[in-house]
């Protein structure tokens, strides 16, 4: 495998940068190539592979960041015993259903066998629950959530397949017999380690159909066993390896250090202008930045994007989750339990999930613990100083752990992932009562820019094998294309091809004949109807 600083040297050379260039290209002076893959994760790297597989191997992928690999990111933390440090996951840290022996394997799960990527079996059975007197068993309450979790999932499905409304995924489970009260701060950490810990929102926050629907796509499918990576190459070693399987060392067509400023696109072609001054101009491109990149308006289009796609884009969520790392000079913690689950008196998502690397299988003697938070409590920790956090979540450790005396961390460290330019947050979610097609709006290509990344796929969002079939998909349809494949409506190659399905227009299900005063609706003379 090739090494990542030589890669680094080869950075931003489509066109020498030179300082204080003004932004502008002149025309025709652009780099010229067949596809652009717009970000290096594992969307645009599988894209990438695709397209090569497909013998297209005129493109260019360019990277923001000086490595490869995107969310799937690791930095060094604490030290073990000879000094040398850990290496530890800031984003993506678990390979989510496997597969079964004989069935569909997850793609990553293949990657991490074939390049031998160090896991471990996560057992979120394995999990010790804590209130702020130290250990209390409401274990019972774990069981009560998961009874009533698929009876809402069974409804779910039963909504999906007959076309009836979504709902939140709070209601659902309430209706099928789990309403935790505002109080009760037990059942309250039981419903946050049951849903925010997987989808980063809450269960009000998240539609039912598409929360259960997504959970069951990636445990029923392939399998319901989640690997727990522990690799001190690092979880983007598979991204690497599968880059290295169509990329040689130093190759020309990737482009790192390189930060897309502007997209210009049309039914003709796409032009992509680079900070550093260069530019590309591709027959077409696929944009893998995430939802939170495309929120934050990171990037300029121009035209500007539809108003279909831009609702699209502000209609789905860009959760925060973020993992804060301890290291301490010894394991105070009952180190043969994987998760230890908190539940704070005052505030549900309090520094509420602890996970032990010190734990047998893990990173045995490294001492280190993380906890996890999400959204609200992410935002905050990443407003507030390192000090500061820091302080509350070790108060927290000496309310579960009582009759320990717990020093000081040796090591702490988290990222701030709503502050990442090249990321804007942490992974995708679907909002409650949204819909197939508000989705289809956000996979769509607008001329001859096509969107891939974990966010664009409607089963697997949220997840790296998500990623890893959407840039499989747009890669195989733009070969696809380019060869004229899509000509003929029966191949058999592809069951579908050809640019994506959009709608100008998102109906909802009451007429307007409906608001009545009879129906309890007493001002519709207010609502002026003539627009124009
Ligand atoms: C904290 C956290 C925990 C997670 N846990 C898991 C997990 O356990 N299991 C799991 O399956 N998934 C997990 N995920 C989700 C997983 O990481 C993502 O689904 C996946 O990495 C997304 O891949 P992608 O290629 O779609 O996007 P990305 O990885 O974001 O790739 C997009 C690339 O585009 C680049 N880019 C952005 N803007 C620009 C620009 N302007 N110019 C040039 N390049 C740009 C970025 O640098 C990046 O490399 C987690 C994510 C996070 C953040
Ligand atoms: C890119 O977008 C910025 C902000 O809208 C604009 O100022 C700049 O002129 C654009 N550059 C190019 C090359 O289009
Ligand atoms: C590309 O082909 C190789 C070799 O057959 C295969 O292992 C790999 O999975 C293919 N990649 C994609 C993204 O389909
Ligand atoms: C999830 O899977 C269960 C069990 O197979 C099924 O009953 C349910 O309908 C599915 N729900 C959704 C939303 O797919
Ligand atoms: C919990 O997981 C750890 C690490 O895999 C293991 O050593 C321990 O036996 C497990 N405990 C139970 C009760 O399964
Ligand atoms: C860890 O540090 C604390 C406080 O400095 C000390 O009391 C304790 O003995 C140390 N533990 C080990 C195993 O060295
Ligand atoms: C497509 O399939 C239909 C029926 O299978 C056949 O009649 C038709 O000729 C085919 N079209 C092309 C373009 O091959």
């Given at each position: 495998m090739w090494h990542l600083s030589a890669l680094a040297a080869i950075a931003g050379c489509i066109v020498q940068p030179v300082a204080g260039a003004p932004q502008k290209s002149q025309e025709g002076t652009c780099k010229k190539t067949k596809v652009a893959i717009l970000g290096g994760g594992v969307a645009g790297i599988t894209a990438a592979q695709t397209l090569s597989n497909a013998s297209v191997h005129d493109f260019a992928i360019l990277e923001y960041r000086d490595t490869i690999g995107g969310r799937a990111w690791h930095k060094p933390f604490g030290k073990d015993k000879d000094g040398k440090p850990y290496i530890i996951e800031m984003g993506a840290n678990w390979v989510q259903g496997l597969g079964n022996p004989g069935g569909p394997q997850n793609p990553i799960w293949v990657m991490a066998q074939e390049y031998g990527l160090k896991t471990h079996y996560s057992n979120y059975d394995n999990v010790s629950t804590y209130n702020q007197h130290g250990y209390s068993d409401y274990s019972d309450l774990l069981d009560a959530y998961e009874e009533a979790y698929s009876i809402a999932s069974q409804r779910a499905g039963e909504i999906l397949t007959q076309n009836l409304q979504d709902q939140t995924a709070k209601s659902g489970l309430a209706l099928a017999g789990w309403n935790p009260k505002p109080h009760d701060m037990e059942a309250q950490a039981v419903d946050w380690w049951s849903w925010d810990f997987e989808d980063a929102y809450s269960p009000l926050e998240s539609s039912l159909v598409f929360g259960c629907a997504g959970d069951n796509l990636t445990s029923n499918y392939f399998s319901d066993h989640d690997n727990f990576v522990l690799d001190q190459r690092g979880f983007n070693h598979i991204v690497k390896k599968q880059a290295s399987s169509f990329l040689r060392e130093n190759d020309p067509r990737l482009h790192l250090n390189t930060e897309v400023t502007n997209i210009t696109y049309s039914d003709n072609g796409v032009t992509v202008y680079n900070k550093d001054g260069s530019c590309v101009e591709a027959d077409y491109a696929i944009c893998t930045f995430s939802l939170g990149v495309l929120q934050n308006d990171a990037v300029q289009f121009s035209p500007e994007l539809p108003v279909w796609k831009q609702e699209a884009i502000q209609k789905f969520t860009m959760g925060t989750y973020t993992k804060i790392f301890f290291q301490f000079n010894e394991t105070f913690w009952p180190e043969d339990t994987q998760y230890h689950l908190y539940a704070d008196p005052v505030q549900?998502?309090?520094?509420p999930i602890w996970q032990s690397l010190s734990t047998p299988g893990f990173l045995p003697d490294s001492n280190i613990i993380f906890v996890t938070v999400t959204n609200e409590f992410a935002y905050r920790a990443e407003r507030q100083s390192d000090e500061q956090t820091k302080k509350e979540a070790m108060e927290v450790l000496r309310k579960m752990f009582p009759e320990k005396d717990i020093p000081e961390p040796t090591a702490f460290m988290y990222p701030r992932w709503t502050s990442e330019p090249w990321s804007y947050g942490s992974y995708s979610n679907w909002p409650p009562s949204t819909s197939l097609e508000m989705h289809q709006n956000l996979r769509a290509n607008t001329g001859r820019l096509w969107f891939a990344g974990e966010a664009t796929s409607?089963?697997?969002?949220?997840?790296l094998h998500g990623a890893y079939f959407e840039g499989q998909d747009a890669g195989r349809q733009i070969a696809a294309i380019m060869h004229h494949h899509?000509?003929?409506?029966?191949s058999t190659k592809l069951r579908e091809c050809g640019p994506r399905k959009h709608y100008e227009t998102l109906h909802g299900t009451s007429p307007y004949s409906d608001y009545t005063t009879l129906n309890g609706w007493a001002f519709s003379s207010f609502i002026d109807t003539n627009t124009d």
């Open positions: 549900r998502g309090w520094y409607p089963t697997f969002f949220g997840f899509c000509v003929n409506a029966n």
